[in-house]
């Protein structure tokens, strides 16, 4: 509400200089006041939090990189990415040619949302109280704030997503799982455009959690189309985005994880994309189409696959023998 949020920012105005890194004699302008509100919200939600930091002068005093990492793993994604985008808008540049917002909202999918994701504890602590606690609140809230500032063309794909992955089990860890799940494919989705590779990064998350795993069909979509299906396989018509999409290093993704069943999916997925493709100049490589697969590295997978299979058969062999 606006009186939580005016209280919020009013604790913070009563802080030392050194907490919001501004001088007094400086001018704000509206951007300025935005991050101070979004970071002030944030802090708010952190000291709030039963299993928060004791100290409130080390939550208020933190680095911002260290306030994200803790409003991520505590379940604040949405507060998380708001902070890194203030701090990447307060930069306007990219030290050492590094995006700060990329690279924090890569650390906030990657190490806390994959593992909740696919059921896996963050950090491997299964005793601490932080990380074992249910987030479904959090996440769902997350949610919510996220398909507002998406399109209502999205929208519909996500609330059909989320309903396929009711399930009958309704335990606590199933329905956090599923949660983060959904929240998962709207944050990938929403900033694919502009993190590039960023569905590569979860995909890699995914598999080095669990080699098991198979990855989502909205996620393989992704990364083969630049964006997810309309219908529920892994063939279905969908719109290409060149500037989002990468076949090739999804199919090295899947091959360096021998999932070569996999990789086969996802060549005959882009042939058969070609195939059916009305413009001839869409498929030449050196336009930048999304549906070309270099020759060389289908031979890769086609000789992997050989020496497997005559592996297996002489195996074979000498078994009946």
Not at 117 to 131: F, K, M, S, W, Y
Not at 264 to 276: N, Y
Request: proline residues 3%; aromatic residues 6%.
């Amino acid at each position: 509400s606006a009186h939580v949020c005016s209280h919020a920012v009013s604790l913070v105005e009563k802080l030392p200089n050194q907490y919001m890194r501004e001088n007094r004699g400086t001018i704000l302008t509206k951007e300025d006041i935005d991050r101070r509100a979004v970071r002030a919200s944030a802090l708010r939600a952190l000291s709030m939090d039963e299993c928060s930091p004791d100290s409130i002068s080390s939550i208020l005093n933190s680095h911002s990189l260290d306030t994200i990492d803790i409003l991520a793993r505590m379940g604040y994604y949405e507060h998380a990415i708001a902070v890194a985008a203030g701090v990447s808008s307060k930069r306007r540049s990219n030290p050492s040619g590094v995006d700060v917002f990329f690279d924090s909202l890569r650390h906030i999918l990657r190490t806390y949302l994959v593992p909740a994701a696919i059921g896996c504890t963050a950090r491997g602590d299964e005793d601490n109280q932080l990380d074992s606690r249910s987030k479904v609140i959090q996440m769902q809230a997350s949610s919510s704030i996220c398909e507002q500032e998406m399109d209502s063309s999205t929208t519909t794909s996500i609330i059909s997503y989320s309903q396929s992955w009711e399930s009958s089990d309704k335990s606590a860890h199933s329905l956090q799982a599923a949660t983060a799940m959904n929240l998962l494919y709207q944050y990938t989705t929403s900033y694919s455009k502009r993190c590039s590779g960023l569905g590569l990064s979860v995909a890699s998350a995914i598999l080095d959690l669990s080699g098991n795993t198979v990855l989502p069909i909205w996620l393989k979509d992704l990364c083969m189309f630049g964006s997810p299906s309309n219908g529920g396989n892994l063939f279905a018509q969908r719109n290409c985005d060149s500037s989002v999409a990468d076949p090739s290093a999804l199919i090295r993704l899947l091959m360096s994880h021998h999932k070569y069943g996999d990789s086969c999916d996802v060549v005959t997925a882009i042939l058969s994309s070609r195939a059916s493709s009305s413009s001839a100049s869409s498929r030449l490589p050196e336009k930048g189409n999304v549906d070309y697969v270099p020759y060389d590295l289908i031979d890769s997978l086609w000789q992997i696959i050989e020496v497997i299979a005559s592996s297996s058969a002489s195996e074979s062999e000498e078994t009946h023998k």
